[in-house]
């Protein structure tokens, strides 16, 4: 499960949100600076798909050692014609990237994934960051448009969040319940990591119709040998899986990732996922 701590971030979190002009918060102990790429406003099976599920920036910092270095690891999506050019100016700075992909399907404009880390002082990871999405467009891209609130979408969000567990946020039609598998207690870079980027489990659903069908998307970090379980599950109930991929290199134990989408009505769609949820372990898992 997450753990926000009560305290507020540091002062040097802040400066590291700050450079990359992203809200800081602590997570699990690590922290974590987010925003959201709002010029981008992509649809997912025709629905609007403007949350952060599809739409993130994510960074963090931990395990700082006696000289000031972090493991420091980032998340961004792009579009196709930003991917090289943001990859090349990550690589002239030393950062090493792990992870290039799609996360999900039927999207337009077509949205790819790019994961990083480095250790580094965190500030200074900041600014290489800060420089690389300085190549990164301004412009609106996309054409969504918003799908009004459905009066009890509110109350569904609580619904929805009981049933799948973890922290429940609910904000312009957004419903969206973060966990963390803590269980799994892995490093990277033989550092230990915690961070929500490495350990997410993050459910969504928005863009709901008078029908009571909402977009409802998922990603859980998830183990090799329970991935086709999990898929398999998954399909029994029709939930399109969008993706499985690494995020991270040099980790242990290897951690996977899975990304799934339906459009359903919400308490549906979270009942469905928890029964595919029962069959990740809940045992410690060390390297």
């Known amino acids: 499960m997450n753990h926000h701590d009560s305290a507020q971030p540091s002062e040097l979190c802040q400066k590291f949100a700050a450079i990359l002009d992203a809200t800081p918060a602590v997570i699990n102990g690590v922290c974590t600076a987010t925003r959201s790429r709002t010029n981008i406003r992509p649809t997912v099976l025709g629905r609007p798909a403007e949350s952060f599920m599809f739409v993130p920036q994510a960074w963090s910092f931990e395990n700082m050692d006696p000289q000031g270095r972090a493991l420091c690891l980032g998340e961004t999506v792009v579009l196709e014609e930003e991917a090289n050019p943001y990859i090349s100016r990550l ?39 800060r420089k690389a999405n300085k190549v990164l467009i301004q412009s609106a ?37 973060m966990d963390s598998r803590l269980n799994i207690q892995t490093t990277i870079m033989n550092r230990r ?39 398999s599950q998954l399909r029994k109930n029709n939930i399109l899986v969008t993706g499985f991929h690494n995020h991270w290199l040099f980790e ?24 595919a949820l029962k069959l990740l372990t809940n045992k410690v898992v060390r390297p």
């Open 91 to 129: 690589r002239e700075q030393g950062i090493i990237v792990t992870a290039f992909h799609n996360h999900w399907l039927f999207e337009k404009p077509r949205l790819m994934y790019i994961h990083y880390q480095s250790i580094d002082a965190p500030l200074e990871f900041a600014r290489k960051v």
């Open 141 to 177: 891209a996309g054409s969504s448009r918003p799908v009004g609130n459905v009066g009890n979408a509110m109350e569904l969000c609580s619904e929805f969040n009981q049933i799948l567990g973890g922290m429940e946020t609910f904000e312009d039609g957004v419903c969206m319940v």
């Open 193 to 231: 990591s915690r961070s929500f980027l490495t350990l997410p489990q993050m459910f969504n659903f928005e863009s709901m119709t008078p029908d009571g069908k909402a977009l409802c998307s998922g990603e859980t970090v998830i183990l090799q040998g329970e991935i086709n379980p999990f898929i």
């Open 252 to 275: 242990d134990p290897r951690l996977m990732y899975i990304h799934f989408v339906k459009i359903d009505h919400p308490v549906n769609f979270a009942k469905d996922v928890k029964e």
